[in-house]
């Protein structure tokens, strides 16, 4: 049986309303949420952490019983399709690229656009991994350098953001706050 | 002209504006008052143009400038690129020339996209890309942020990569495909 809705939004968040959620969906404050995303919690519920981008047809699907955490400034580009177990923080999933439900990130990752990550067995990426090539062939290691620069760029992002959609976009509501 | 049969579609389908352009009801169009087009364009259903994503300021901008007879694709998104300049954060806005057509899927965060340029299925446009006149980018292609496409080229590739260079009757041949792709864009007789 699927499980029932119940979406929470923080008051601070800003999801527009030309969104689709299913099942037992939260989402933490600072959060901008674009039309036309799908975020479908089929089994188990979903919750998104403070201060993450989701661009627009972003699909976010949790397909396993237990809780699909996603950290905090988190910026999931166009398109992208996520369905992996666990999500760190500040991980950057590129335009139309696609994480399937065996992958977890851990913190500081990047997924390069159109590159899709599909391991056979459960695998936990590391910190600061940096995927691309054709069907994530090629991955390595990122310094690190520059990341407190890409975590401001992301927060005025995300802030400029929150500014700007309620302006043109109507917004939705959580039943519960 | 060209012999090939008329693509029709509802008539209620689509809104055609005074200046020609057929834009699909199905197709989300954000901050509308913020989107130019030039006439004779075409958008296709579940496309996404992002108007809203705008300069600060609450002077009137435009966003995206549209030229004549381009096909925006079904499933394209359209959205103006951003960055930080001077530590401000700020979407700048994107320009499209005339007879550009963009594929199925693709998703363009180019600043600038000249004239007759044609771009393939499922393709990205990274963030300030620069495509000049009569370029071609091939389906699947992944163009990083920052690329300047020359004129009379052909990308191809992820990364995308200069592969070739187009013989010099590009602008006029593609200009005779789109013109005559929106003629043939009619609607279907009730």
Redesign the interface.
């Known amino acids: 049986m699927p499980p029932k809705d119940r979406f929470v939004i923080h008051s601070r968040a800003v999801v527009c309303s030309?969104v689709d959620l299913k099942g037992e969906v939260t989402i933490g404050s600072n959060t901008v949420v674009h039309?036309?995303v799908t975020i479908y919690a089929v089994a188990g519920p979903i919750t998104i952490g403070s201060g993450c981008i989701i661009e627009?047809?972003v699909v976010i699907v949790n397909r396993r019983k237990d809780v699909m955490r996603i950290g905090e400034e988190n910026h999931f580009e166009?398109?992208s399709r996520v369905e992996c177990a666990v999500m760190g923080n500040c991980n950057v999933i590129?335009?139309?690229a696609r994480l399937h439900l065996n992958a977890s990130l851990s913190s500081y990752c990047v997924v390069q656009?159109?590159v899709e990550f599909s391991p056979t067995t459960p695998e936990m990426l590391p910190d600061y991994t940096v995927l691309y090539?054709?069907g994530a062939s090629e991955r390595r290691l990122w310094s690190g350098q520059g990341a407190e620069q890409e975590r401001?760029?992301r927060q005025?992002?995300a802030?400029?953001l929150r500014e700007?959609?309620p302006?043109?976009?109507r917004q939705r509501k959580g039943d519960v706050d | 002209m060209s012999f090939a049969p008329v693509t029709t579609y509802p008539k209620s389908a689509y809104i055609e504006t005074d200046t020609g352009n057929k834009v699909s009801r199905r197709a989300?169009i954000?901050?509308p008052q913020n989107i130019v087009l030039g006439g004779k364009s075409i958008i296709s259903p579940s496309a996404?143009l992002?108007?809203?994503?705008?300069k600060?300021g609450s002077a009137p901008t435009v966003v995206i400038t549209l030229g004549r007879y381009c096909l925006v694709g079904e499933g394209v998104?359209v959205?103006p690129p951003?960055k930080?300049y001077k530590g401000?954060?700020?979407f700048y806005p994107m320009k499209i020339g005339d007879g550009v057509h963009i594929g199925e899927?693709s998703?363009v965060?180019a600043a600038q996209i000249g004239s007759w340029v044609v771009i393939g299925r499922?393709c990205?446009i990274?963030k300030f890309a620069i495509i000049k006149d009569c370029a071609r980018i091939a389906d699947?292609t992944?163009l990083p942020p920052n690329t300047v496409v020359p004129a009379l080229s052909l990308f191809a590739g992820?990364p995308g990569r200069f592969i070739e260079d187009l013989p010099e009757t590009t602008q006029e041949v593609v200009e005779a495909r789109t013109k005559a792709y929106y003629n043939r864009f009619q609607p279907a007789e009730q």
């Open positions: 030309d039309p036309k627009e047809g166009i398109n590129g335009t139309r656009p159109a090539g054709e401001a760029l005025k992002h802030e400029y700007l959609l302006k043109f976009n | 989300t954000s901050g996404v992002r108007g809203d994503l705008r600060a998104v959205r951003y930080t401000a954060f700020n899927g998703v965060e499922n990205v990274g699947g992944v992820s």
